[in-house]
């Protein structure tokens, strides 16, 4: 009993971080609540190294997903007619939003990630990066989606990796 009363408060605490992350890399990007592309940002940051493995069984490079997403944000501003050269240009030269007092509040599709997270702690182990990634990969639509498939990522693929990361580092 005491372990699973352990598990649970080491699984708030990798949740916080990884609120506290997506927060971050939304308010660089100049947005105020994260999207699920802002939690798999934060999932590559989270210190099990989880994340990133699963990145590396499918070669893709965990480094250059930051510079996909920010694509993503300029071709749809171009498609709407919009240049702002390089997004990742752009917000460089923006000071940070600073983070709002108060309840943390997600995106609608950082909410569908939260809710997956939820919904999916009935499992054993402890929560990962890896978890985090495989809940992304199986959302076929939104920024991260379509930033992973312009860097070459099969979503099946990433999803099935992240899966078996999360199943060789669980811990009983």
Do not use: W
Request: net charge neutral; aromatic share 4%; charged share 20%.
């Amino acid at each position: 009993m005491f372990s699973r009363i352990k598990a649970r408060f080491n699984d708030m605490g990798t949740i916080g971080t990884l609120c506290t992350g997506a927060e971050q890399h939304a308010l660089r990007d100049q947005q105020r609540e994260p999207g699920a592309e802002h939690f798999l940002l934060a999932a590559l940051d989270l210190p099990d190294g989880t994340a990133r493995r699963a990145f590396e069984e499918v070669g893709a490079d965990p480094a250059a997903l930051k510079h996909a997403i920010s694509r993503q944000y300029g071709d749809a501003l171009a498609a709407i007619g919009l240049d702002i050269g390089s997004p990742l240009a752009a917000a460089a030269g923006q000071e940070q939003l600073a983070a709002r007092p108060g309840a943390f509040n997600a995106s609608a599709s950082g909410q569908e990630v939260m809710q997956a997270l939820a919904a999916s702690r009935s499992q054993h182990g402890p929560l990962l990066g890896a978890h985090v990634v495989a809940i992304l990969a199986a959302m076929p639509h939104g920024v991260a989606a379509r930033a992973l498939r312009a860097m070459g990522v099969d979503l099946g693929q990433l999803k099935s990796a992240a899966e078996a990361v999360a199943r060789a580092d669980a811990r009983p």
